[in-house]
């Protein structure tokens, strides 16, 4: 049996590997386009270190107040992870002044901020945003209340901030009447 083909039989073929061959480099270049901001920046929210501090956070159950022994508390911003002791304290931890600048041109916070990431067997993870830390400051703390587990939920606390700086920004920005 003699099988024969068409002259034109892969044109059609070759044409659209071709075809999508194109459209894949094309999204290839859009996609590296645009992932770009456009400034060709990032924003920057926080600055260098502008000194450092020592913090002794503490882990409370929060339904007993009783000490969380071996938890774990995570500082990205500075790569320490440490864990606490029996007394649920962690040793002192010199940490980075890490101001936010997002907030300089309306109102300048004079103090650091960081995350601490808190994790303990039978407890919630927990994100901790510390503010006012302050340069050479010394804190025995801060103590974070850690809820029982019930689900893959995620606890998130943060500090208020400072009190005189939040009625300065109010004042300074108060309409008139």
């Given amino acids: 049996m003699k099988i024969t083909t068409k002259k034109y039989f892969f044109f059609p073929i070759i044409l659209i590997?071709?075809?999508?061959?194109?459209?894949?480099?094309g999204l290839l270049y859009l996609a590296?386009?645009?992932?770009?901001?456009?400034?060709?920046?990032?924003?920057?929210?926080?600055?260098a270190?502008?000194?450092?501090?020592?913090?002794?956070?503490?882990?409370?159950?929060?339904?007993t107040n009783l000490p969380i022994e071996n938890g774990i508390v995570c500082i990205p911003e500075?790569?320490?992870?440490?864990?606490?002791?029996?007394?649920?304290?962690t040793p002192p931890l010199r940490v980075p002044i890490l101001k936010d600048t997002r907030y300089d041109?309306?109102?300048?916070?004079?103090?650091?901020?960081?995350?601490?990431?808190?994790?303990?067997?039978?407890?919630?993870?927990?994100?901790?945003?510390?503010?006012?830390?302050?340069?050479?400051?010394?804190?025995?703390?801060?103590?974070?209340?850690?809820?029982?587990?019930?689900?893959?939920?995620?606890?998130y606390i943060f500090d208020e901030p400072n009190l005189y700086w939040a009625k300065e920004l109010i004042k300074k920005y108060t309409p008139e009447s």
Wanted: aromatic fraction near 10%; include cysteine; charged fraction near 15%.
């Fill in 78 to 89: 500075a790569n320490i992870e440490e864990s606490t002791q029996k007394n649920g304290k």
């Fill in 32 to 47: 590296q386009k645009y992932s770009q901001t456009s400034t060709g920046e990032s924003l920057t929210v926080f600055n």
């Fill in 49 to 63: 270190p502008s000194g450092y501090a020592t913090i002794i956070p503490v882990l409370l159950d929060s339904s």
């Fill in 17 to 25: 590997c071709f075809l999508l061959c194109s459209a894949s480099f």
């Fill in 105 to 155: 041109s309306i109102q300048e916070k004079p103090w650091g901020e960081l995350l601490l990431l808190i994790y303990a067997e039978g407890y919630t993870p927990t994100i901790y945003i510390c503010t006012e830390i302050y340069q050479d400051m010394e804190l025995q703390g801060p103590t974070i209340y850690m809820q029982k587990q019930k689900s893959d939920e995620i606890q």
